[in-house]
């Protein structure tokens, strides 16, 4: 599987961007995708999954309740709304695809966000 996110820029703290990934390859429906973010200087991080259907998703305490996984598995993306932005989001996000929540073997580019205050 092929990954490739984008959507990502500047926005002000409080301020909203919506990051696609777009995947080839492989069926995309048989597999788990994520979202996962790392900022400078920090470890990378889990952010946000969905079930091969959208219909069970996991998000990390920081982002529960502003950010969103949405995925369709006939266009062969998966999306992550992101609301009320906080500078703390800062980070370069990757989309990711895996056999099982906790294993991930394909990794997208990273598009990088920045939330200025």
């Known amino acids: 599987v092929q990954l490739q996110a984008f959507g990502g820029g500047l926005v002000q703290a409080g301020g909203s961007l919506r990051l696609s990934c777009a995947a080839s390859g492989r069926t995309f429906s048989g597999y788990v995708m994520g979202w996962f973010r790392q900022a400078p200087g920090k470890e990378h991080e889990f952010v946000a999954a969905?079930?091969?259907?959208?219909?069970?998703?996991y998000y990390a305490g920081s982002v529960k309740g502003r950010f969103t996984i949405s995925r369709d598995n006939a266009k062969n993306t998966v999306d992550l709304q992101m609301n009320s932005l906080k500078p703390e989001d800062t980070a370069v996000y990757y989309c990711?695809?895996?056999?099982?929540?906790?294993?991930?073997?394909?990794w997208g580019q990273g598009t990088l966000v920045t939330v200025s205050s």
């Open positions: 990711a695809a895996g056999s099982s929540w906790s294993r991930y073997h394909y």
């Open positions: 969905s079930s091969w259907n959208g219909g069970v998703t």
